[in-house]
């Protein structure tokens, strides 16, 4: 039976959720933690950390292909019994929770930093929190319309960054591998941080249309996240020196502060304005997924009441504490941490149980 349908998603809105989401927050501060970790050749890293993601996130749709009418709280449930699947309900909604909380966070640390410094964080959480009530409580469908129209409204943004390449100066690439290989795969676990995201299958699945196009959605998401951290990267790595790119802990901001226009006077003030529907792109769908996550547990489907709580949660949390950009910093390691258990590790082991389960015929009769 399909429980999912009156919510489907298209196979642009898959496509678009799964990129929005990780490119969302990563997209500012990459390059600067690339070249601390391997210089310019820091960008072989992104192509090897794609290779490695597209593997493991075709490794989490063959694992929702065994019960393709379900999410991961469903499949547990029916090859490990209900209350691995209870448990499975639980963790990811903490998992989905703390991701969300991380964007918010860091979004609106930006936001004090280079708009609105005088204005309370509980004010500005509040902001943030009142359009995502709205998007959230309307169910997947609406959250894919609003992916939708902001990839699409975001289209002028590579443009921009096209500017500050009349003073590039390539040669700083070169050489490509200036001490070796070895720098180049230290940073390739600092990388997957910055690639976390397509666990979102896992609740997705089953309200993706066309589920025989999953595999292809999910490696166009991949393709578009690895094009688009590697052209902000060389062009972080082409505009600033190697010691000028340690000084910035933003440098895709930092770039376009060297873009004069008559009619504005700073474009990053602009720029971070309007990335703020992007920013929302890492804590909105994680939102949703986890108070469906919290409704599943007790068996409703009528996410609204768990989301007016977490959102309550969450507003008066801010108002008595609100992390530094330091403890924002170790959030997002701890993130990076937890994501590759979450989303490379578990899949895999998942893969070969349900592999194993069904070889040997041990499959409960549905």
């Keep these: 039976m399909k429980k999912y349908t ?7 809105q898959y496509i678009f959720l799964n990129f929005g989401m990780v490119v969302s927050i990563g997209f500012l501060s990459l390059p600067r933690v690339l070249a601390e970790q391997a210089d310019t050749s820091g960008w072989i890293a992104l192509i090897i950390v794609w290779l490695i993601s597209s593997a493991a996130s075709l490794i989490v749709i063959q694992v929702m292909k065994k019960y393709p009418d379900g999410t991961l709280l469903d499949l547990l449930t029916v090859y490990l019994g209900k209350w691995a699947g209870k448990v499975g309900a639980v963790l990811f909604a903490l998992y989905f929770f703390y991701y969300g909380y991380t964007g918010l966070i860091y979004t609106i640390l930006i936001t004090k930093q280079y708009l609105l410094s005088q204005t309370p964080a509980y004010i500005i959480m509040l902001l943030l929190l009142i359009p995502t009530y709205v998007i959230v409580r309307n169910g997947p469908r609406i959250l894919g319309r609003y992916v939708e129209v902001i990839m699409l409204l975001s289209l002028w943004i590579p443009f921009v960054y096209l500017i500050p390449l009349k003073d590039a100066h390539w040669l700083r690439l070169l050489p490509v591998l200036k001490e070796g290989w070895t720098p180049v795969f230290s940073a390739v676990p ?13 609740i997705l699945y089953p309200f993706l249309k066309n589920k025989q196009k999953a595999s292809a959605g999910i490696l166009i998401s991949y393709l578009l996240t690895m094009l688009m951290y590697l052209f902000i990267t060389v062009i972080c790595f082409v505009y600033f020196s190697p010691n000028e790119m340690m000084e910035y802990n933003e440098p895709t901001i930092n770039v376009l502060k060297t873009i004069e226009f008559k009619f504005i006077a700073r474009i990053e003030v602009l720029f971070i304005s309007f990335y703020l529907l992007i920013f929302s792109l890492s804590w909105i769908p994680t939102m949703y997924m986890s108070v469906f996550c919290t409704t599943w547990l007790i ?3 009528d996410h609204r009441n768990h989301l007016r709580l977490l959102w309550l949660f969450i507003a008066v949390g801010t108002y008595f504490f609100m992390p530094t950009f330091f403890q924002s910093e170790q959030m997002n390691t701890l993130l990076g941490q937890i994501g590759f258990v979450v989303e490379y590790m578990v899949p895999a082991g998942l893969l070969l149980y349900v592999w194993l389960h069904d070889r040997l015929g041990w499959r409960k009769q549905l």
Aim: aromatic share 26%.
């Design 6 to 12: 009156l919510n489907e998603i298209t196979f642009m």
């Design 299 to 301: 068996g409703k489907q």
């Design 190 to 202: 600092s990388t997957f941080y910055y690639h976390i995201g397509f666990s979102t299958t896992f």
